[in-house]
């Protein structure tokens, strides 16, 4: 179900802030686009110049305007760790997120799924959904400590290569914490 408005450009819960990603957290882009596994399982080009990370944040901005989808720096005791997102257009909402190493373990990606599937749930979404590929544990773990599902796999072939996708489903009714 598509869900409009998209959530607000500010969202704080369980010890994080999201902030709406802005032209200024180009190096946050740029350092993420130098992690191996962050390349691996996400959308980010490996080894970002400046200008890319640039035009990588001004996209989500106008993807923002068209109501499709809001990209957010991922804050955590004051410095940006990672990022997260959510699209709205789909059947069903879908979370996403990557962490930079310094902020992984400290419960920052799990506070962030939580923070946007709630909105998408209390705004009116029956479910809300992450994909991770398979052999990803880390992002397993984030989607179970979150209180999603698993619900079964699909084969992506949009980025060259088959990679096979797990589903995770959240309903509404309450996380488990």
């Excluded at 989500?60 to 990022?83: C, E, F, I, K, P």
């Excluded at 959510?86 to 990557?98: D, G, M």
């Excluded at 773990?141 to 088959?162: I, K, N, Q, S, Y």
Aim: charged letters at 25%; hydrophobic letters at 40%; glycine letters at 10%.
């Amino acid at each position: 179900m598509p869900l409009n408005p998209l959530p607000p450009a500010a969202l704080r819960a369980d010890g994080i802030e999201l902030l709406e990603l802005q032209l200024a957290d180009w190096p946050l882009e740029q350092q993420l686009s130098r992690v191996p596994d962050v390349v691996r399982w996400t959308f980010y080009r490996a080894d970002m110049t400046e200008q890319q990370a640039r035009e990588r944040i001004e996209l989500g901005h106008a993807r923002s305007r068209d109501g499709v989808s809001r990209r957010y720096a991922v804050r955590l005791d004051g410095q940006s760790v990672g990022t997260a997102g959510i699209i709205v257009t789909r059947e069903h909402p879908e979370v996403f997120y990557a962490l930079l190493p310094d902020g992984r373990g400290r419960g920052a990606a799990t506070a962030a799924v939580r923070a946007l599937s709630d909105w998408a749930l209390d705004a009116g979404a029956d479910q809300v959904v992450i994909w991770t590929g398979e052999g990803n544990a880390a992002s397993e773990a984030v989607a179970r400590r979150a209180g999603f599902l698993f619900a079964g796999t699909e084969v992506d072939l949009d980025h060259g290569e088959p990679e096979t996708l797990l589903k995770w489903v959240r309903r509404g009714g309450g996380v488990p914490r």
